[in-house]
């Protein structure tokens, strides 16, 4: 069964970083491409980062442009998510999600990701 876990979470003071992980098991991660969103409460998921099944390309927000490196090791079938110069406003449940390769347009709407994981809180606080 394909299952995604998300890990890294937690709260950090405004600048701060985090690197978040999102681990796949039951499926080979070099056949998916995999997206990165965030849910703040009351406010619709939004897309922060895409990644292709090899690491070639990658696609950010504008809010996270300049902060956030999205990065994959196939071999221990995880994608990484670093995010720097945390502010306040990146407080939000932060999710994964995977799209197989033929589906994959570099998209980060999150309607055309198939697998998702329960997520892992990010608090920006101080």
């Known amino acids: 069964q394909l299952q995604l876990v998300e890990s890294g979470g937690g709260l950090v003071q405004p600048g701060g970083s985090l690197r978040l992980s999102c681990a796949a098991s039951?499926?080979?991660?070099?056949?998916?491409?995999i997206g990165w969103f965030r849910q703040a409460p009351g406010m619709e998921r939004e897309g922060v980062s895409c990644?292709?099944?090899?690491?070639?390309?990658?696609k950010y927000a504008d809010s996270a442009k300049g902060r956030f490196t999205i990065s994959r090791d196939n071999a221990k079938k995880t994608v990484y998510l670093e995010m720097n110069s945390l502010k306040p406003e990146d407080t939000a449940i932060y999710y994964c999600?995977?799209?197989?390769?033929?589906?994959?347009?570099?998209?980060?709407?999150?309607?055309?990701?198939?697998?998702w994981g329960q997520g892992t809180q990010v608090t920006v606080s101080s």
């Open positions: 999600a995977a799209v197989d390769v033929a589906s994959y347009s570099g998209s980060l709407r999150a309607h055309n990701y198939n697998y």
């Open positions: 990644i292709n099944s090899s690491g070639g390309s990658t």
């Open positions: 039951g499926f080979s991660l070099d056949y998916f491409a």
